[in-house]
T-cell receptor
Framework: DTEVTQTPKHLVMGMTNKKSLKCEQH?????MYWYKQKAKKPPELMFV???????INESVPSRFSPECPNSSLLNLHLHALQPEDSALYLC?????????????FGQGTRLTVV | GDSVTQMEGPVTLSEEAFLTINCTYT??????LFWYVQYPGEGLQLLLK?????DKGSNKGFEATYRKETTSFHLEKGSVQVSDSAVYFC??????????????FGKGTKLSVKP
């Protein structure tokens, strides 16, 4: 099983709303990531959690707030977003063991900010 | 810094044609290399990987060989199908330096296969 599950698949929110994106994996992976992907572009790394601790924050605006409640779950809390934040948000996880560097991605949440 | 360069697309082929998508990289040390595929409206799927020089990754008829001397990881398939139409991303990841999650992506190559 190499499945990373993201909910919701689609989200439309106003600029004053607060919403959360959720991500779940049951592969025992110890690293989890959030990426942002704009149309016709490669994914851009936002955050990395390693062993449930935030290890990388790629200078993401504070209106995006990650949370890792346990080793299987990753959330991205959204508040006061801008229309330019509309994108596909991808969650990924990896084992981070020797010989197993690959990351597995979820299907993404298509976010539209109106 | 580390970087990945892919051939510009879009690439349009007829069914059963031979596919090559070029990928070269710049990195310190010995990174792991990957090809990911993204179908319309979906996330990224790992297509294949190679973790050391001369490794050949293969999956679903696709192949790529880790060439350290030319710093390349070209994707090939002998006979493409309409269902292979997608965007293909070449990526690298350092194998040291505590850089979990540091996947460096190329810009992506859109492949369209016509019947």
């Amino acid at each position: 099983d190499t499945e990373v599950t993201q909910t919701p698949k689609h989200l439309v929110m106003g600029m004053t709303n607060k919403k959360s994106l959720k991500c779940e994996q049951h592969m025992g992976h110890r690293a989890m990531y959030w990426y942002k992907q704009k149309a016709k572009k490669p994914p851009e790394l936002m955050f990395v959690y390693s062993y449930e601790k935030l290890s990388i924050n790629e200078s993401v605006p504070s209106r995006f707030s990650p949370e890792c409640p346990n080793s299987s779950l990753l959330n991205l809390h959204l508040h006061a977003l801008q229309p330019e934040d509309s994108a596909l948000y991808l969650c990924a996880s990896s084992q981070e063991a020797q010989g197993y560097p690959e990351a597995f991605f979820g299907q993404g949440t298509r976010l539209t900010v109106v | 810094g580390d970087s990945v360069t892919q051939m510009e697309g879009p690439v349009t082929l007829s069914e059963e044609a031979f596919l090559t998508i070029n990928c070269t990289y710049t990195a310190t040390g010995y990174p792991s290399l990957f090809w990911y595929v993204q179908y319309p409206g979906e996330g990224l799927q790992l297509l294949l990987k190679a973790t050391k020089a001369d490794d050949k990754g293969s999956n679903k008829g696709f192949e790529a060989t880790y060439r350290k001397e030319t710093t390349s990881f070209h994707l090939e398939k002998g006979s493409v199908q309409v269902s292979d139409s997608a965007v293909y991303f070449c990526a690298l990841k350092r194998n040291y330096g505590g850089s979990q999650g540091n996947l460096i992506f190329g810009k992506g190559t859109k492949l369209s296969v016509k019947p």
